[in-house]
């Protein structure tokens, strides 16, 4: 059975994270940026490379790995493609052990 609660807790804990940094004045480095969205692999790949810098990176992956995401990069993933959202998830699974 899907736990639909804690996939939203997820969200819930980036949100709350995203939240606090823009409240810092130190928005994420995906902040007004097409790359994580772009159709284009390459400019993802570009946008991939700056996520390590975030501090929020693992409230990111759970939220991604969580609610099942198929599309962008998040935590440095970039999950439109089958081999990220694998990584995704091993690091995810990792994180938790
Ligand atoms: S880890 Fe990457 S995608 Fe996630 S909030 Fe930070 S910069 Fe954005």
Redesign the pocket.
């Known amino acids: 059975m899907t736990d639909t609660n804690h996939t939203s807790s997820a969200a819930l804990t980036?949100g709350e994270?995203?939240g606090n940094?823009y409240a810092e004045g130190t928005p994420?480095?995906?902040?007004g940026s097409l790359l994580?969205t772009s159709e284009d692999a390459e400019h993802r790949a570009v946008?991939?490379e700056?996520?390590?810098?975030?501090?929020?990176?693992a409230?990111?992956?759970a939220a991604?790995v969580e609610c099942r995401e198929v599309f962008?990069?998040?935590?440095?993933h970039d999950l439109a493609k089958p081999a990220g959202r694998r990584a995704a998830q091993a690091a995810h699974e990792a994180a938790a052990a």
């Open positions: 980036l994270a995203l940094l994420p480095p995906c902040h994580w946008a991939a700056h996520c390590p810098a975030c501090p929020i990176t409230e990111c992956l991604a962008g990069v998040w935590a440095g």
